[in-house]
């Protein structure tokens, strides 16, 4: 056999086995991140489920930027518990919004069960988009980067104050989100990203103290959260 050939095909067997593995290793990542986020679960004291088809109607999430009116919602690696005496939720979510194109990423959720909040969403700005319901901020550098948007203009410059501002832009150099939020729920969105299980722990040490910073200068209510 012509070396040429022998070399032809000791590149096609390595080929074939770099694609065999690969295979191997991607049809076990599943079961490897349901194993780690379990665990985690139990180390903080969350319940934990696999899978939550029914996650929207279970936590009553407003309808805010995290595609909660899409088809096929789903969350994955659902865990629920208690921080800072909020209730807490975190999980990947999956969401169709749209012909071949699917949302996805890792979301934490905090609810309030004295404290309500008008709806609002706050992403990073976009240099092209022309936006409706644009909240100024007292905060010029803070307001050149990012999109504040609400009906409730008073409010929302009194929740997002110079602390609550400085608490997401520390948090937000080591972790780009999105935050919304509705009523008595708050939700800091990775979106198109899921954070490796090792990351969700820090994830919501990160914007914990931002949701308890955004509730204690909320409205107060009677009603208790669902």
Known sequence: ????????????ALLLGFIILTWIVGAGAPQRRTRALEALAAEMGFSFVEDKPNY?????????????HGVNRTARYFMEGT????????????????????TFGTVAVFASTQRRVPAFELNRKLLLNTYSDLVELSAPEFSKHFALIGADHNWLRRMFDRQV?????????RQKFQISGGGP?????????RLKPKKWRGFLQDVSPIASAIFERARAEHTAAA
């Open 165 to 173: 501002i400085d608490l997401i832009i520390s948090a937000y150099a």
């Open 83 to 102: 921080v800072a005496g909020m209730r807490t939720a975190m999980f990947d979510y999956f969401c169709d919004a749209g012909p071949r194109f699917v």
């Open 1 to 12: 056999m012509a070396p040429g050939m022998i070399a032809s095909l000791v590149f096609f």
């Open 56 to 68: 929207v109607a279970d936590l009553q999430l407003p309808g805010a930027r995290l595609d909660w």
């Open 185 to 193: 729920w708050l939700a800091f969105t990775i979106p198109q990203a």
